[in-house]
C-alpha cells in the first residue's frame, strides 16, 4: 500500500519548527518503512516572496513601493501621517479655543480682570472649560461634529495606509532585500531592477512574464501622463480671460484636485477604475451622450466645491497662517522668494517623469530662472520705490530710536503693528530695485533655462529681452506670495472655472479620451502619447528632414496634425526616458530616430570642425556653443570641441602631407591642436564664447561631487553608472576621464534639449530648405576639403562651407 501525501506551504522559513519535524519524519519514514510502502511529504523550496503572486492592484501598489521609497520606509511615513492628524486637530482646537475659551476685552485691556491684580495673568484671560462650553451654540456644535467626522475618517485612513505600508515594508525586505536604513543610499533604479527580478520569480503581473522599465512609469504615472497629454493639447482650464484683467493663467492644487476627480477617480469618471477607460468610449456614434454625461457631472462637482466653499477658504488660511506665520516672522523675504507653479510643473512635465526626476530638473533651473526675471526692472517703479523706502525708513527708524531710548513706546497702542507694516513696505520695495551690479544677458539665461527645463516656446527664441516674455515665464515661476494667494482663495474661484471653463471643453474632452487611449498588454489603459511613439505622434518639425519628399509626404499622409504632440513633447520625452532607462528595449522607430539623431549630430560636428568655415555654425555646433555657455557645462563643451579640432589638424595634415606626417598626426600627445593653422573663424568664434579653459575635466568632476554632496541617493535620475548611449558619447566617445557617469546623463539631456530646439528652428524657419540646398552646391576653393558621404547624402549635413 502506499500513500502519497502532497502538501504546499507557501510562507515556511528555515527556522520553522514544523517544517523541522516533517523532514525529521520523512527521514525515519523512509529508513523504516518496507519498501512497498512510502510517505512522501512535499514542502516548496523556503521563499518570502510567494505571497506576492498575482496583485490585483498594481497601480496602487507600485505607486506606495515608490512612495515608500523617496518617503524614506516606514518610520518617516508614518510618523508624518500622525502628525498631519494631529496637526488637523490642533487646528481645530485651537480655532474654538480662541474664540471661546478667552476672554478677549480683558486680554485687550478693555476690562479690568475679576482678580484686580495691576497685571493681567493668563487665569484671568482664560475662561474655565464649562463656561467655555457653555458659550458654544448650534453652529458651532454643527462644525464640531463635521470637524470630528472628518477627524475620524482621516484617522481611519491613517490606520489604512499604515496597514498597507506595513506590508510595503515587508515587500521591501523580504523581496527586494532592502532595510529602511539602506533606502536613502538606494536609487530609483535599482529598485526597478529588483521589482523586474521579483517579477520573473513571481509573477506579480500574472498577464506578462516579464515587465518593463515603462510599464512600471505607466502603472505609477497612468493619470499623470494623461493630464500631461491634455495640458499639451490645451484642454485643461488653466488660461482664460477675465473681463478688465485680461488672460489669466492659474493651476491650484484645489482646481487640479477636482480635475482628478472628474476624469479619472470620482464615480462616473470616463475611467471605471484605475486601469480601464469605459466601454462607451469606444464609439464614435455616443460621443455627444457622453459628453453630455461629462458636462453634468461638472455641474455637480462645481455646486459641491460651491457650497463647501466658505469651509474650505477658512481652512486654507488657517493652514497657510500656521504653516508660514513663524518662517515669515524670522524671513519676511520668504514671499520674496519665487517657486514653480502647479501649471509651470505640468507643462514641463516630460511623459513618464516621476516627482523626483522633475523636481531634480527643475531645481536645476532655479536659479537661472530667478537670476533672469530679477534682472528686469521698471524705471519708473524703481524712482517711486526709492521714496517710498527712504520715507517709510525714516519713520521706522524714528520709531525705534524712541523705543530704545525708552521702552515704554512700544506699549503705546499699534506702535509693534506699524513698524511691522513699514518692515513689510521696505521689503517690497527693496524687491522693487534692482542690483546694480547685475550684469544683463537675458539670451544667456534663457539658453541655460531651456537647457534644464527642457519646454520653452518657440516664439521667445532671441526674444528673451521682451516684457512678453518676462510676463509668460513668470506665469510658470511665480512669486511664493503669488502662490499662496491662488492656493487661498482656490476655493471661491474653483467652482466658477469648472462651470465656465471646463464644462465647455467636455466634447473635447470626450474625443481625446476615444481618440488617445490605447490598451497595452498587462497594463490596460493608457495614454498613447506616453507610448512615445515618434512615428505616430511625433511631430516632423523635430525630427530630421526625410532624405527624399516622398517619404515625408506619405509620413505627414499617416500623422494627422491632430495626433502630433506639441513642442517637441514625444521627441524631448523618449530620449531623457531612454537615458535614464539605459536597460530599456525601445521600439525599432524609437532607437532609429534616437540613433540617426545622434549620428546626425556628430556628422555635423565633423564636418563643421573640418570645414573652413566662416558663416553661421549649423545646429549641433550651435547648439554646443550654447551648451558651454552654462557654467557647468562650459568645460565639458571645450572637451567636445577640442577632441574635434585634433581630429581636425590631424585630418588637415594627412592630405597635405600624408606620407611624411602620419604617424606624427595620429599622435595626441603632439598636441596638435596647438599647431592648427587659423584658417577660420571658428576657432576665433570658439574663443570667444567659451574661452581657454585648463583643467577642464578636473573642474567637471569637482562639479559633479559638489552637486552629489547637496542630493541623496535615492533622488538621483538614472542609474550611477551612466547612460548606454548618449549624444555626448558620439560627439566625444566614452572617456572617464570626462564623462562623470552620474553627471553625464543629466548634461546629455541638456544638449539633447538645445539641439533639437535648434533643428526645430531650422525646420521651421522659411527660407531654410533654400539656404540648405544653395549650402549644399559642391565648393569651389581650391582649399583641400574632407568630407564624409554622409554629410552629401543627408540635407541638414549640407553645411558644407569653403
Request: charged share 15%.
Given at each position: 500500500m502506499a500513500l502519497n501525501t502532497d502538501t504546499n506551504y507557501q510562507s515556511l522559513n528555515e527556522g520553522n519548527p514544523f517544517r523541522k519535524e516533517c523532514e525529521e519524519f520523512h527521514m525515519q519514514d523512509h529508513d523504516d518503512t518496507p519498501g512497498d510502502s512510502a510517505i512522501m511529504i512535499h514542502v516548496v523550496p523556503e521563499t518570502n516572496k510567494a505571497r506576492w503572486n498575482h496583485i490585483e492592484d498594481l497601480d496602487s501598489f507600485f505607486t506606495r513601493m515608490y512612495?515608500?521609497?523617496?518617503?524614506?520606509?516606514?518610520?518617516?511615513?508614518?510618523?508624518?501621517?500622525?502628525?498631519?492628524?494631529?496637526?488637523?486637530?490642533?487646528?481645530?482646537?485651537?480655532?474654538?479655543?480662541?474664540?471661546?475659551?478667552?476672554?478677549?476685552?480683558?486680554?485687550?485691556?478693555?476690562?479690568?480682570?475679576?482678580?484686580?491684580?495691576?497685571?493681567?495673568?493668563?487665569?484671568?484671560?482664560?475662561?474655565?472649560?464649562?463656561?467655555?462650553?457653555?458659550?458654544?451654540?448650534?453652529?458651532?456644535?454643527?462644525?464640531?461634529?463635521?470637524?470630528?467626522?472628518?477627524?475620524?475618517?482621516?484617522?481611519?485612513?491613517?490606520?489604512?495606509?499604515?496597514?498597507?505600508?506595513?506590508d510595503m515594508k515587508k515587500f521591501y525586505q523580504s523581496a527586494l532585500h532592502i532595510e529602511d536604513k539602506e533606502i536613502d543610499n538606494t536609487t530609483w533604479h535599482e529598485v526597478k531592477m529588483k521589482i523586474r527580478e521579483v517579477q520573473s520569480e513571481q509573477h506579480m503581473c500574472i498577464d506578462k512574464e516579464q515587465i518593463t522599465e515603462l510599464d512600471i512609469y505607466h502603472r505609477i504615472l497612468r493619470f499623470k501622463n494623461f493630464l500631461v497629454a491634455l495640458m499639451n493639447k490645451n484642454l485643461l482650464p488653466v488660461k482664460f480671460n477675465v473681463p478688465l484683467f485680461g488672460e489669466c493663467v492659474?493651476?491650484?492644487?484645489?482646481?487640479?484636485?477636482?480635475?482628478?476627480?472628474?476624469?479619472?477617480?470620482?464615480?462616473?469618471?470616463?475611467?471605471?477604475?484605475?486601469?480601464?477607460?469605459?466601454?462607451?468610449f469606444n464609439f464614435r456614434s455616443?460621443?455627444?451622450?457622453?459628453?453630455?454625461?461629462?458636462?453634468?457631472?461638472?455641474?455637480?462637482?462645481?455646486?459641491?466645491?460651491?457650497?463647501?466653499?466658505?469651509?474650505?477658504?477658512?481652512?486654507?488660511?488657517?493652514?497657510?497662517?500656521?504653516?508660514?506665520?513663524?518662517?515669515?516672522?524670522?524671513?519676511?523675504?520668504?514671499?520674496?522668494?519665487?517657486?514653480?507653479?502647479?501649471?509651470?510643473?505640468?507643462?514641463?512635465?516630460?511623459?513618464?517623469?516621476?516627482?523626483?526626476?522633475?523636481?531634480?530638473?527643475?531645481?536645476?533651473?532655479?536659479?537661472?530662472?530667478?537670476?533672469?526675471?530679477?534682472?528686469?526692472?521698471?524705471?519708473?517703479?524703481?524712482?517711486?520705490?526709492?521714496?517710498?523706502?527712504?520715507?517709510?525708513?525714516?519713520?521706522?527708524?524714528?520709531?525705534?530710536?524712541?523705543?530704545?531710548?525708552?521702552?515704554?513706546?512700544?506699549?503705546v497702542e499699534h506702535v509693534i503693528t506699524i513698524i511691522t507694516i513699514l518692515g513689510l513696505i521696505g521689503f517690497m520695495c527693496r524687491t522693487l530695485i534692482p542690483d546694480e551690479n547685475l550684469i544683463w544677458c537675458p539670451e544667456q539665461l534663457m539658453t541655460a533655462i531651456l537647457a534644464h527645463v527642457h519646454y520653452l516656446p518657440s516664439h521667445w527664441k532671441n526674444?528673451?529681452?521682451?516684457?512678453?516674455?518676462?510676463?509668460?515665464?513668470?506665469?510658470?515661476?511665480?512669486?511664493?506670495?503669488?502662490?499662496?494667494?491662488?492656493?487661498?482663495?482656490?476655493?471661491?474661484?474653483?467652482?466658477?472655472?469648472?462651470?465656465?471653463?471646463?464644462?465647455?471643453?467636455?466634447?473635447?474632452?470626450?474625443?481625446?479620451?476615444?481618440?488617445?487611449?490605447?490598451?497595452?498588454?498587462?497594463?490596460?489603459?493608457?495614454?498613447?502619447?506616453?507610448?512615445?511613439?515618434?512615428?505616430k505622434h511625433g511631430n516632423p518639425d523635430w525630427q530630421l528632414p526625410k532624405k527624399n519628399n516622398k517619404q515625408k509626404i506619405r509620413v505627414e499622409h499617416d500623422i494627422s496634425t491632430k495626433s502630433e504632440a506639441e513642442n517637441g513633447k514625444i521627441e524631448l520625452s523618449l530620449i531623457r526616458f531612454t537615458l535614464t532607462n539605459p536597460e530599456w528595449k525601445a521600439p525599432p522607430d524609437a532607437v532609429n530616430f534616437l540613433n540617426d539623431i545622434r549620428e546626425h549630430a556628430a556628422e555635423e560636428l565633423k564636418n563643421d570642425m573640418i570645414i573652413d568655415s566662416e558663416t553661421k555654425p549649423n545646429p549641433i555646433t550651435e547648439s554646443l556653443i550654447s551648451f558651454g555657455t552654462i557654467d557647468e557645462y562650459s568645460s565639458l563643451a571645450t572637451s567636445v570641441f577640442n577632441a574635434h579640432n585634433v581630429q581636425r589638424a590631424e585630418l588637415l595634415t594627412s592630405s597635405l602631407k600624408q606620407s611624411m606626417y602620419q604617424s606624427r598626426c595620429l599622435d595626441k600627445s603632439a598636441h596638435p591642436i596647438q599647431t592648427l593653422p587659423q584658417t577660420s573663424g571658428f576657432e576665433q568664434m570658439l574663443q570667444r564664447?567659451?574661452?581657454?579653459?585648463?583643467?577642464?575635466?578636473?573642474?567637471?568632476?569637482?562639479?559633479?561631487?559638489?552637486?552629489?554632496?547637496?542630493?541623496?541617493i535615492n533622488k538621483v535620475e538614472g542609474r550611477l553608472e551612466g547612460p548606454s548611449e548618449a549624444l555626448l558619447y558620439n560627439l566625444y566617445g566614452i572617456d572617464t576621464k570626462v564623462s562623470n557617469p552620474i553627471d553625464i546623463t543629466v548634461a546629455d539631456m541638456c544638449l539633447s534639449t538645445l539641439y533639437l530646439h535648434n533643428l526645430h528652428k531650422n525646420n521651421t524657419e522659411p527660407n531654410s530648405k533654400n539656404t540648405m540646398d544653395r549650402d549644399a552646391e559642391p565648393s569651389t576653393s581650391k582649399t583641400t576639403i574632407i568630407v564624409s558621404k554622409a554629410a552629401e547624402d543627408t540635407p541638414l549635413l549640407c553645411n558644407v562651407r569653403s
Open positions: 512612495n515608500y521609497h523617496q518617503n524614506h520606509g516606514f518610520s518617516v511615513i508614518v510618523l508624518d501621517e500622525t502628525l498631519q492628524l494631529f496637526q488637523f486637530g490642533f487646528v481645530v482646537w485651537l480655532l474654538t479655543f480662541t474664540i471661546y475659551c478667552i476672554d478677549h476685552p480683558v486680554l485687550f485691556g478693555n476690562e479690568a480682570p475679576l482678580s484686580n491684580h495691576s497685571k493681567v495673568t493668563l487665569k484671568d484671560v482664560v475662561i474655565p472649560t464649562r463656561q467655555c462650553i457653555a458659550n458654544f451654540n448650534g453652529a458651532t456644535y454643527l462644525l464640531l461634529l463635521l470637524a470630528i467626522m472628518f477627524f475620524i475618517v482621516r484617522f481611519l485612513r491613517v490606520l489604512y495606509l499604515i496597514t498597507q505600508y506595513l492659474t493651476l491650484s492644487k484645489g482646481l487640479l484636485f477636482n480635475i482628478e476627480v472628474i476624469l479619472f477617480r470620482g464615480p462616473g469618471s470616463p475611467f471605471q477604475n484605475n486601469w480601464q477607460l469605459r466601454d462607451d455616443n460621443q455627444v451622450e457622453l459628453a453630455q454625461r461629462l458636462s453634468r457631472l461638472i455641474i455637480w462637482v462645481a455646486i459641491a466645491n460651491l457650497i463647501l466653499a466658505p469651509v474650505i477658504f477658512v481652512w486654507q488660511c488657517l493652514y497657510f497662517s500656521f504653516s508660514y506665520i513663524n518662517i515669515l516672522r524670522k524671513e519676511p523675504g520668504t514671499l520674496g522668494m519665487r517657486t514653480w507653479s502647479n501649471y509651470g510643473r505640468l507643462y514641463l512635465r516630460h511623459f513618464n517623469e516621476l516627482d523626483h526626476e522633475l523636481d531634480a530638473r527643475l531645481n536645476r533651473a532655479y536659479e537661472y530662472a530667478d537670476r533672469y526675471l530679477s534682472s528686469f526692472s521698471s524705471p519708473l517703479m524703481t524712482v517711486i520705490a526709492k521714496n517710498i523706502l527712504f520715507l517709510s525708513g525714516g519713520i521706522l527708524a524714528l520709531l525705534l530710536t524712541l523705543g530704545i531710548y525708552d521702552e515704554f513706546v512700544f506699549q526674444k528673451a529681452h521682451t516684457a512678453d516674455v518676462r510676463k509668460e515665464l513668470e506665469n510658470i515661476f511665480q512669486y511664493k506670495a503669488n502662490y499662496m494667494l491662488n492656493e487661498i482663495f482656490s476655493p471661491l474661484i474653483t467652482p466658477f472655472i469648472l462651470l465656465f471653463v471646463f464644462r465647455p471643453k467636455a466634447l473635447e474632452l470626450v474625443k481625446f479620451f476615444r481618440s488617445f487611449t490605447v490598451s497595452v498588454k498587462g497594463v490596460g489603459n493608457v495614454c498613447s502619447f506616453a507610448q512615445m511613439d515618434v512615428r564664447s567659451l574661452g581657454e579653459q585648463d583643467g577642464s575635466i578636473l573642474r567637471l568632476q569637482t562639479s559633479s561631487r559638489d552637486n552629489m554632496r547637496k542630493m541623496r
